[in-house]
């Protein structure tokens, strides 16, 4: 067991235990990658909040439905954030998200070229946009499993707890949406879509 997932663990022992101090040490963990997830995922800044307040909510309410046996701690909560995230997409009644001007805003905020060089800060604000264009234009199962692996790094293992579904299914899937995603960019004209295949992300880049 590794060291992070073991004291997920003892953080989530000691807040059902009562101990406030657990679950505000998970929550400062947590808070950040699984807000990024849902803003991946469904394009809008606000449902992206909305997602994580309802997920520690969950957290709080149902930890106990937590396995250790069956993968991570954090596996299991990106697998609540993504079932409240599609919750979020189907009341936009779309299986595709969109990026709206605030989702917009925090994605080349976190995507911003070094230096402050207003010609370089253009060239990435347009290349991050049609970046997430494609991305938020995948299909759901599709997207889902490419932000997981690619943007959060995470392994097939825990990857397919998070998805309810087998490791061959991960696998298949990520294969399927680096392609489609490959070639979103090649239509666009996007530079980096031949690298897709056998480079993975560095933050914002897929």
């Not at 009644?93 to 001007?101: C, F, I, N, P, V």
């Not at 087998?166 to 995603?181: I, Y």
Request: with cysteine.
């Amino acid at each position: 067991m590794n060291e992070r997932k073991s004291d997920d663990e003892e953080l989530l022992r000691l807040m059902q235990d009562g101990d406030e101090e657990g679950f505000v040490a998970l929550y400062r963990r947590w808070q950040a990658p699984i807000f990024r997830f849902a803003l991946q995922m469904s394009g809008s800044r606000a449902a992206a909040e909305d997602v994580t307040q309802e997920v520690f909510l969950v957290l709080i309410r149902d930890s106990r439905g937590f396995r250790p046996s069956r993968g991570s701690f954090g596996a299991w909560l990106y697998g609540i954030a993504r079932h409240v995230t599609l919750r979020a997409i189907h009341r936009e009644k779309t299986g595709a998200a969109s990026l709206d001007e605030t989702g917009r805003e925090a994605q080349i905020e976190n995507c911003r070229a070094p230096g402050g060089d207003p010609h370089n800060e253009a060239v990435q604000r347009q290349a991050t946009e049609r970046l997430w264009s494609a991305i938020l234009a995948l299909p759901a199962h599709y997207r889902e499993v490419l932000v997981l692996c690619e943007l959060h790094e995470m392994n097939y293992a825990d990857t397919a707890m998070s998805l309810g579904c087998s490791v061959g299914t991960v696998r298949s899937r990520l294969h399927r949406a680096r392609s489609m995603l490959a070639e979103r960019l090649r239509s666009a004209g996007f530079e980096t879509a031949r690298r897709l295949e056998t480079t993975a992300p560095d933050g914002c880049a897929v």
